[in-house]
């Protein structure tokens, strides 16, 4: 099992930035590819970036590219999104989730955090 802890959403105007951070806790010597997702009012869950868990490889969402970065630090279980030009679509219940496999559904990982909101005002 692994416990996933996420923490840095806030209130931020528009064009303003954000650090994410999400702490795992748990079965940490395994490997795990880790993504961020979020989830606004109404809306379905979406994958907004992944990183792998080598930090080889990322992925972003096209509403993000450009604007976001993902990064991990192995050494202190710590995955981090920094969001830079946030914009008001980008608000939202951001969540931290992660496994061994953790491609680019929701069905692709099995741990995730509780989540943290960012509200974007315009």
């Known amino acids: 099992q692994v416990q996933l802890v996420e923490s840095g959403g806030d209130v931020v105007q528009a064009g303003g930035s954000l650090r994410l951070s999400c702490a795992a806790s748990g079965r940490t010597n395994r490997s795990y590819n880790t993504g961020w997702f979020r989830q606004a009012p109404g809306k379905e869950r979406e994958i907004v970036a992944r990183?792998?868990?080598?930090?080889?490889?990322?992925y972003y969402a096209d509403s993000v590219k450009g604007r976001f970065t993902i990064s991990r630090d192995n050494s202190k279980n710590m995955v981090y999104l920094d969001m830079n030009s946030l914009k008001p679509e980008d608000t939202a219940v951001y969540y931290c989730?992660?496994?061994?496999?953790?491609?680019?559904?929701?069905?692709?990982?099995?741990?995730w955090g509780q989540g943290t909101q960012v509200t974007v005002s315009s």
């Open positions: 990183i792998n868990s080598a930090a080889s490889s990322t």
């Open positions: 989730a992660a496994d061994p496999r953790g491609g680019l559904g929701r069905d692709d990982f099995s741990f």
